[in-house]
């Protein structure tokens, strides 16, 4: 028999041993997995612009094509720049923006909370002499978070490139968002109607051929059975792309 | 504690590798023990995960079996399954966190599945039912059988339903080659939703016990 004295002393045991197991793997793995974050964000930014980047080259082609990093506030006004390797202006690299923070942020204020004024990050690629908008996406898919990268062509109304990431939805179903044949079709859609108006591209159940004509630039398939993942990349696309309207406008004009 | 000395058996005696090759069969974890069908329904849409989250079960439940066996005369008996969920949690977060560090790729696709491997049964239940009464070595060897059997049943659901499901295997579109969608053959959209996997499942059960009548309980 046991007595409860043994079992405490034998649980307080066990727990520090396996605290200190875990924490020492959570540091000793951490920069390599920190790393990994970094160098997948690398990809994702370049593959949006068509760029094939693997884990071993991307952060050199990153640095060789993405020629400015902007970080912009609601007005869209410029906030933070960084270019060829060194800080221009404002004291955050737009890389290191966590945007789930400034999503919070923009949605504190909107409750009328006190918080920092959100600023949004935006990157610039020159690619065969051309410039690319490369805008980062946040939002809520079926299970949890799901991401991507949207590129403008520089007249910023054309799609010129997506890439998608999501946390867990479902394999086979929503997790399809994440596949090429998915990513393609937003390739050529257009962000503006024919008057200037903000139309986001949105991902039709059914097809886009059930659209009218004129919308049709507007939407790209859905994928069957991931109707929640589909509503959530639509959300997720016009929520970010409407914090970046101040700055097109501003950008065109000038 | 029995004085008795026992004579010292080889390490692949008949009676251990019984361990390792029942499990694959007579007493498959998934089709006649039933157990750790959760996970079975979830990752078996593809094959890819499906076999990444079978190498993470075989880790996991074989250093568990040891683990527990060794501890098996130390741990009070009012706080086994404590002791156990202990166990398992810290192995599947280490799992986890190795997965994160060195195969990015994959763990990304497993996601949430690999923190999932906490609540399968057949981890539970190897423990309770044989890490507790038994040495590491036979222990070490239960938890390997038990991985693969339910390895096995995974992989065979995970191929027939991605084949059918999404027309491919690994990845690969192996019926866009054979032409077969020209003459109107279309994916079918019910095989990759969770029913049609425990439909497989019971087709395997019914072709198991066809073949091996002593699995037929009697009434």
């Given at each position: 028999m046991y007595s409860n004295k043994y079992i405490y002393i034998y649980s307080s045991v066990m727990v520090i041993i396996v605290a200190a197991v875990l924490s020492s793997a959570a540091s000793l793995l951490k920069p390599v997995q920190e790393k990994n974050i970094r160098t997948e964000k690398m990809t994702d930014i370049l593959h949006s612009v068509h760029l094939d980047a693997d884990r071993s080259t991307a952060e050199d082609l990153y640095n060789k094509y993405i020629i400015r990093e902007e970080a912009i506030n609601a007005g869209g006004e410029v906030v933070c720049r960084f270019a060829g390797g060194q800080q221009e202006l404002g004291n955050v690299r737009p890389f290191e923006i966590n945007l789930k923070e400034e999503q919070h942020k923009q949605q504190m204020l909107l409750d009328g909370k006190e918080a920092e004024a959100p600023v949004f990050p935006l990157f610039i690629c020159e690619k065969d002499g051309k410039e690319y908008f490369i805008i980062p996406l946040l939002g809520k898919g079926l299970w949890g978070p799901v991401w991507g990268h949207i590129a403008l062509e520089s007249d910023l109304r054309t799609v010129y490139g997506v890439v998608f990431g999501h946390k867990g939805e479902t394999p086979g179903l929503g997790a399809e968002i994440s596949t090429l044949p998915f990513q393609e079709q937003f390739d050529g859609k257009t962000l503006f109607d024919e008057a200037g108006h903000f139309t986001s591209i949105r991902v039709v159940k059914g097809g886009v051929q059930t659209l009218p004509p004129d919308q049709q630039n507007h939407g790209v398939d859905a994928i069957s059975g991931g109707t929640i993942t589909s509503n959530g990349v639509n959300d997720m696309i016009r929520d970010c792309l409407e914090n970046y309207l101040e700055y097109i406008k501003k950008h065109l004009a000038s | 504690m029995s004085v008795e000395k026992q004579p010292k058996e080889a390490l692949f005696a008949p009676k251990n590798m019984k361990l390792i090759f029942n499990p694959l069969n007579k007493e498959n974890p998934i089709t006649v023990q039933v157990l750790g069908i959760c996970s079975a329904l979830a990752?078996?849409?593809?094959?890819e995960p499906a076999v990444v989250m079978s190498i993470s079960v075989l880790a996991v439940l074989a250093f568990a079996n040891v683990i527990i066996s060794l501890l098996r005369n130390t741990i009070a008996p009012r706080i086994r399954i404590i002791v156990q969920l202990v166990v398992i949690a810290s192995l599947v977060i280490l799992v986890d966190q190795i997965l994160k560090a060195f195969a990015y790729e994959v763990s990304k696709q497993l996601s949430v599945f690999v923190g999932l491997i906490i609540t399968n049964c057949i981890l539970m239940g190897r423990l309770e039912a044989f890490a507790m009464g038994n040495k590491p070595w036979p222990s070490l060897l239960d938890g390997i059988g038990n991985a693969l059997g339910y390895a096995w049943i995974l992989i065979v659901v995970a191929f027939f339903r991605e084949l059918f499901g999404s027309g491919t295997i690994w990845g690969f579109p192996v019926l866009e080659y054979t032409g077969l969608y020209h003459i109107g053959y279309k994916n079918n959209g019910l095989m990759i939703l969770p029913p049609m996997a425990l439909i497989i499942v019971g087709i395997i059960i019914w072709i198991q016990r066809y073949r091996n009548r002593e699995l037929i309980e009697n009434k």
């Open positions: - | 990752v078996t849409v593809k094959l």
